[in-house]
C-alpha cells in the first residue's frame, strides 16, 4: 500500500504563482523526501528532511514536516513554466537500508 | 560520469517470453534498488540490494528475480512475463545504507515494458 499520499493530485497555476503540495504518511520515519519528474524520465532528488527537523529551505523550494500529523509540505515559489512536473514525497517508514515508499504524486501544470 | 544507466529503454513481450533489464552505475555506490511505476501511482520497489553480494525483496517482489552482478550492476529478470508486469521500470542507486548513510537516491531514466 502507499505510506505517502499526496494531495492535491494536480495543481494548475499560473507563473509567479506559488505552488503548495502536501503529502501524509502513515508510519514513524527517519526522514521525507521530495523528488519530482518530468514527462517520461527518471525521478530527480529535490530536499530531503529529518525527522528532528520542522522546515528546510533549497533556493525556491520550501519544505516543512508536522511529525505530530505525519504531514509534509512542498512550497515552490515564483514557479516557472520548468517547474511543470510530478511531485513526489517519499519516506522510509523508519528502515535505514535505503528502502522508499512513494505516494501517487502530485502533477504539477504552470503555464507561462 | 553517466550516473545510472538502463537498458533497453523500450521493450514489447509476448505473455510468457523472459528478459532481463540492465542497470550500471558509475558512482560507486552500494545500494541498488528495482522499482516499477504503474500509470497514476507512485514509485513501488520490487527488489534491492543493500551492499553488493545481498538482495532482498521489496513490496511487489512477485514474478521477478535480481542479481547483483559486481558493485556496479544489478540486473533484473522476468522469467515468464505476464500483462500485468507491463509498467516502466527504474533503477536507483544509494552511497550508502544504514544509518549515517546518504539517503538520496540517483534514478536511472526508466525502462517502459509492454506485454501482449
Known amino acids: 500500500s502507499q505510506q505517502g499520499e499526496e494531495d492535491p493530485q494536480a495543481l494548475s497555476i499560473q507563473e509567479g504563482e506559488n505552488a503548495t503540495m502536501n503529502c501524509s504518511y502513515k508510519?514513524?520515519?527517519?526522514?521525507l523526501q521530495w523528488y519530482r519528474q518530468n514527462s517520461g524520465r527518471g525521478l530527480v532528488h529535490l530536499i530531503l528532511?529529518?525527522?528532528?527537523?520542522r522546515e528546510k529551505h533549497s533556493g525556491r523550494l520550501r519544505v516543512t514536516l508536522d511529525t505530530s500529523k505525519k504531514s509534509s509540505s512542498l512550497l515552490i515559489t515564483a514557479s516557472r513554466a520548468a517547474d511543470t512536473a510530478s511531485y513526489f514525497c517519499a519516506t522510509d517508514k523508519g528502515s535505514t537500508l535505503g528502502r522508499l515508499y512513494f505516494g501517487r504524486g502530485t502533477q504539477l501544470t504552470v503555464w507561462p | 560520469n553517466a550516473g545510472v544507466t538502463q537498458t533497453p529503454k523500450f521493450q514489447v513481450l509476448k505473455t510468457g517470453q523472459s528478459m532481463t533489464l540492465q542497470c550500471a552505475q558509475d558512482m560507486n555506490h552500494n545500494s541498488m534498488y528495482w522499482y516499477r511505476q504503474d500509470p497514476g501511482m507512485g514509485l513501488r520497489l520490487i527488489y534491492y540490494?543493500?551492499?553488493?553480494?545481498?538482495?532482498d525483496k521489496g513490496e511487489v517482489p512477485n514474478g521477478y528475480n535480481v542479481s547483483r552482478l559486481n558493485k556496479r550492476e544489478f540486473s533484473l529478470r522476468l522469467e515468464s512475463a505476464a500483462p500485468s508486469q507491463t509498467s516502466v521500470y527504474f533503477c536507483?542507486?544509494?552511497?550508502?545504507?544504514?544509518?549515517?548513510?546518504?539517503?538520496?537516491?540517483?534514478f536511472g531514466p526508466g525502462t517502459r515494458l509492454l506485454v501482449l
Open positions: 508510519t514513524s520515519i527517519n526522514n
Open positions: 536507483a542507486s544509494r552511497r550508502l545504507a544504514g544509518a549515517g548513510g546518504q539517503e538520496t537516491q540517483y
Open positions: 528532511i529529518r525527522s528532528n527537523e
Open positions: 540490494s543493500a551492499s553488493e553480494g545481498t538482495t
